[in-house]
């Protein structure tokens, strides 16, 4: 019996190989119950009638020009999110949303103030004009009217829920009125590499702190530059950033770098409201160009970001073991300044004790806080938490000792630790310079201590996606992890008491995992055949299937078989845990 569920994988696996492709005009409704109906929403669900973002973050494939990436990702967004999802920025923390597509006339003002944008942009992304172009029609072909002005104003806001663009009259760059216009949250990151690594490579990781979003992680193979990995904070908003992200040249951008949110007074004198390129924009750019950290620490200072938001993208490690937190225009952090021995660690206030403000105390290692020692703030004790795990264990730090730190949870909900219930993501990555980068992602957070602002899920474990030549080699390796993922899962749930009263829920996901193998196989061998962007969307499609294969079969192992969630528990000495973090 227990070899009968594997083995039946092999006999499925061999009927769909055999079935009669479809063409590439129907390969997007195959003939397996089930399917077609979810064609519209492949990885959303309804509570009430209001859609719910996906328990497993989706994988999205980009392949080609620039404008063929920026087509593919509207179409993909429509394909996992559906239409009304993928046409309205939504902000589920404040329950509004504003669509993406202007209504009526531009004003002069904001005529101006889109062409003073793209000016920008042409400067220091050029590249992002045609992939706003792509998504426009993208977008249209998908039955989400928009055009290049409406994807182009909706940059401009970054993270505005408003439904206009931004306008600072008077201050446009001079030549911009030639242009010419196409018609119609919180986060904790770690680096560590070198003496304090096992193996002395770079291992990097950063959690979106925020709730719970429609979000998606993208993997592209553009047909210039680097192929790279990188998460946005929510699907319909380049703009703005994300974290993690890597390329494989070994460069990784680990997190914004803390310091007061571009939306907040800020202390650096560059922080003003003002046109500039979309720092998420020029984030892209740099993985996609740039090589090493030194690269992108002269990329960041030869652009114009929009409000000056320098401190916004800041957080940058490469292979060599050169790393560097930007903190305003011409102030670093690098690793050694507040004795840390080859690693550095981020999460949303400044470790620089001279930019504390008047109200805020200064703690070592955790940055400006508030005066209250007992409860000095969440981004200070998220500081502290990543420093008593690097710092106490330089030497030790590899893959599962990463992916521990994020189980590693405090025990007092005011004074949270990195893996606190306050995640809605992670990413963990281990660049490399070729084609063996690896990169792990956590849909919510892997200490399950969330639930707190809507963050609760099912899933709490890791997938694995290796930033391979090209779409075909990534999937491979996400099938490869998902079958070994799920043999591990079926090993330990068939040895379990049926009468257990977690069986039935736990066989269940297991289930649920054998069906996304069984979609993986499919859409696999439809995108082995198809030709174009239907051979993106349905590679695209398996590499999700594969993702969420291994999701749910390493929840069912873990569940069972509980990974380590303490220094500890890998074998290594007790941490002594602060009294802040300590169940009061």
Known sequence: MKKLTILCFIFLSAILWSLPFASNADSAAPGIPGLAESVEAECISYVGGAPVPADVKPVVILHGSDFDMGYQFFQQLVQIYGKEVASRQYLPFNFDSAPLAHKGEWTVEQLKALKAFQWHIRQDTPEMIDFMKGMAAGATDAGVPLSYQDVLAHMARQMHIAPFVPTYPGTEPAGSEKESLEANEHCSGFAAWGKATKNGKLIASASGDHFRMFDVTIVAFPKTGNNYIFMPYRVSLLSAGGLPGMNNKGLAYVHHGGGSPWWTASTCAEN??????????????????KNTAKEAREKLLSTKPKDGVYDQMGFWADISGDAFIM????????????????????????????????????????????????????SVTRNLSLWDLLHNYVGKVDLEFAKMMWRHHSEDPDNPAAAGPQISYVGLMVPDKGNEGQYYVATRCPSKTCGVNGNYVQVHSFYQLQLAAGPDELISAARAQATKDLNAADYVLRRMNRSDASYAALDKMLN??????????????VGARAKGNDAVYNKAKATRAFTKCQSYAKEVYESLVPPPASPKDLGLKPLEVRALFKKK
């Open 512 to 525: 649920q995992a054998i069906a996304e193998l069984y979609r993986g196989y499919y859409y696999q061998s």
């Open 272 to 289: 003003k409201w003002a046109y500039g390129t979309p720092p998420g924009f020029i984030v892209l750019n740099i993985l996609r160009f």
């Open 327 to 378: 903190r305003c225009k011409n102030v670093y952090r690098k690793a050694g300044d507040f004795g840390e021995e080859d690693f550095m660690h981020a999460t949303n206030n400044y470790l620089l004790k001279q930019y504390c403000r008047d109200n805020e105390a200064y703690y070592d290692h955790g940055g400006c806080g508030t005066k209250d020692p007992s409860k000095p703030g969440s």
